[in-house]
């Protein structure tokens, strides 16, 4: 009698622990579909933070390079930077400067440069070549991305006459 309870016991706890297992299984694939959709959202909101920070560092070089060249001695024609440094320290007037420090693209590539015919910096442009998350509602002075492809088509330009060179994905901050 005692042989009998022994195998249906054994039999018992083998399906007791099939369905334990299945349960851990249920259980693991839960956790990496919750997982894979932490993730997603956490790439979104990484990009979306990056795409903010390009849009400000983009209008912060914009504006230091229309102070820069609104600025200058009196008499002299006005002038664009020759190069980023001279936003942290303006070569043609001592102790003046249109940046605190000199912002990397939030990208990680390396700022392109819009040049004006005389070799200065009219603008910047990021080198990334994703496709941005936001495609419209951009403020005034960003209408001009809407619709972009790439990251790249934002380009921030200073322009004297508040217009940007170029065409559609170009936009400008105004002069004063």
């Not at 039999?11 to 851990?24: F, K, N, W």
């Not at 579909?33 to 400000?56: G, N, Q, T």
């Not at 000199?102 to 070549?129: R, T």
Request: glycine residues 10%.
């Amino acid at each position: 009698m005692n042989e009998g309870k022994t195998q249906h016991s054994k039999l018992r706890v083998t399906g007791e622990a099939g369905y334990a297992y299945v349960m851990v299984i249920v259980a693991v694939a839960v956790l990496a579909i919750l997982a894979a959709a932490v993730s997603a959202l956490v790439s979104y909101e990484v990009r979306h933070d990056k795409e903010e920070e390009l849009l400000f560092r983009g209008q912060a070089y914009a504006r230091a390079i229309g102070d820069y060249y609104m600025a200058g001695p009196a008499g002299k024609t006005h002038s664009y930077p020759r190069q980023l440094e001279d936003l942290l320290s303006d070569p043609r007037l001592p102790n003046r400067r249109y940046l605190r420090a000199l912002y990397p693209d939030p990208f990680g590539a390396e700022w392109a440069f819009v040049k004006n015919p005389n070799g200065g910096i009219m603008g910047v442009a990021s080198q990334c070549h994703d496709q941005p998350l936001r495609q419209n509602g951009f403020p005034p002075e960003f209408q001009a991305f809407a619709g972009a492809k790439h990251y790249s088509d934002w380009v921030f330009v200073y322009q004297p006459n508040g217009t940007a060179p170029g065409s559609q994905g170009t936009g400008a901050v105004p002069g004063d």
